[in-house]
């Protein structure tokens, strides 16, 4: 995806918050470091001593999955990093206990474990989720990550998707939502097809139904030589037994780094049109049991309105203990 001179400003911006050299790919994209080796070099980078163990066995399953994010994370502006820098205190936390504190619908949550990259079905090729947080009572929060997402994608080109979303999307619930927020619903050539009646990110919301179609459906179970049996069958067994699954995008506000963003803006209010529409929210579920035939499924299922922003939960939970470098580096 070609950059945005936004989100190449962002970048610059990142690189000169910790004063690093200005090292770039092929494309021209600047990097971390020269060469993409093991996560000690990230682990040097961002200052991180506490829970050093922790970060690299998270390091290693964030990276290694169907996305491939292992070609992106050298990136200065990498989307894989953002979540994995800033919830990998959550990841194992045996030795020094942690929580992050995060509102949702007006009720304090403490989450107490973190979970990257897990799969849920979808259709041929799994949903891959960010980040789920665990709190002390069991509770999902599963967490699409947007950084720049919403800078690169901006357009109002239209978007093909398979065959098998067509009956979903033409769900009354679904699809008038979406085209009351400017979103043309259409069949071509026996692919959905996604007309923007405007420029707007549209991956995003594409995204969030994908994951809630996982979220109806359940994990997938991943038998992946860097993806532990034992770490998926933790998230299979916290999903089974979670009283409520809520789903969210949290997203970087780049508006601090790099001033007025109307990219950052008009997402935003997309998503609350859309996701926080609530004859959406109320009707999502239920479309998706129909269309994959499901007599069951998504019960507990409880969908966030609005986007959460790292900047909000940072401010939120002063003493979350994330390394100095890190902070400083995103701006926090």
Request: charged share 25%; glycine share 6%; aromatic share 12%.
């Amino acid at each position: 995806m070609k950059q945005s001179k936004a989100s190449k400003n962002l970048a610059n911006k990142f690189r000169a918050n910790l004063n690093f050299d200005e090292i770039k790919s092929k494309s021209g994209s600047l990097l971390l470091f020269n060469e993409l080796t093991f996560s000690e070099l990230f682990c040097g980078r961002f200052g991180i001593q506490e829970e050093r163990e922790a970060f690299n066995e998270a390091f290693t399953i964030a990276t290694g999955g169907v996305g491939n994010e292992i070609t992106n994370v050298n990136s200065v502006i990498s989307s894989a990093l953002l979540p994995l820098l800033f919830f990998y205190r959550l990841f194992y936390t045996v030795k020094q206990p942690v929580s992050l504190r995060i509102n949702i619908n007006g009720i304090e949550h403490n989450f107490v474990r973190a979970f990257f990259e897990v799969r849920n079905k979808v259709v041929g090729r799994p949903s891959c989720v960010d980040v789920v947080l665990q709190d002390k009572d069991g509770n999902l929060l599963f967490l699409e990550s947007k950084l720049t997402e919403f800078l690169d994608d901006y357009s109002d080109k239209p978007k093909t998707y398979g065959a098998s979303y067509l009956s979903l999307y033409q769900n009354a619930s679904i699809k008038n939502a979406l085209e009351n927020a400017g979103i043309g619903v259409d069949r071509q050539d026996k692919v959905l097809l996604l007309t923007p009646r405007n420029t707007m990110y549209l991956e995003g919301i594409k995204q969030s139904i994908s994951h809630l179609i996982g979220l109806v459906k359940g994990p997938q179970i991943v038998d992946d030589e860097f993806y532990p049996s034992a770490y998926c069958r933790e998230y299979i067994e916290a999903f089974e037994n979670a009283p409520n699954k809520y789903y969210a995008t949290i997203l970087f506000d780049p508006t601090k780094q790099i001033g007025n963003s109307p990219e950052f803006e008009s997402y935003c209010k997309l998503y609350c049109s859309i996701v926080g529409n609530e004859v959406f929210r109320n009707g999502i579920v239920p479309a998706i049991r129909e269309w994959a035939k499901l007599e069951k499924g998504g019960e507990n299922i409880i969908i966030i309105p609005q986007p959460l922003t790292y900047q909000e939960i940072t401010s939120a939970n002063p003493d979350y203990p994330l390394p100095e470098s890190i902070k400083k580096y995103y701006g926090f």
